[in-house]
């Protein structure tokens, strides 16, 4: 009872592959189900406590009582208005003179000479 080789197709073979892919399609449908009705009961549990209405006056008059923070945003347009109402002082910072930059440009570039004289740049 052997059978050697052939040159059609093994229908036995194809019928075992046919029912084990069947089986897992099967058992993979069993699996979907069962996650699908524990999601479900799992998002139902996780409700809102009720707050009772004293809680949330209490917690309302405790807000108000705390000192709020002073922010800088606050004080930078204080001083915007108090700035507005005094129109005689100059807003802008002073320039500073072309030969003030100048001769601070001098400096530099010898600082940075004597960095390349030094390998260090």
């Not at 996650?35 to 809102?48: A, D, F, G, Y």
């Not at 705390?66 to 001083?79: A, G, L, V």
């Not at 010898?110 to 390998?119: P, T």
């Amino acid at each position: 009872n052997m059978k050697l080789g052939g040159l059609g197709p093994d229908y036995e073979a194809i019928k075992e592959k046919q029912q084990k892919l069947k089986l897992q399609k099967e058992y993979s449908r069993q699996i979907k189900e069962y996650n699908m009705k524990n999601i479900t009961v799992i998002q139902r549990l996780p409700t809102k406590p009720q707050v009772s209405a004293v809680a949330r006056q209490k917690a309302l008059e405790y807000a108000k009582k705390i000192p709020r923070p002073k922010t800088f945003i606050t004080r930078q347009s204080e001083q915007e208005g108090k700035e507005e109402m005094a129109p005689s002082r100059p807003s802008l910072p002073q320039i500073p003179s072309l030969e003030t930059l100048w001769s601070r440009h001098e400096k530099e570039k010898e600082v940075v000479a004597a960095f390349k004289s030094l390998h260090i740049l």
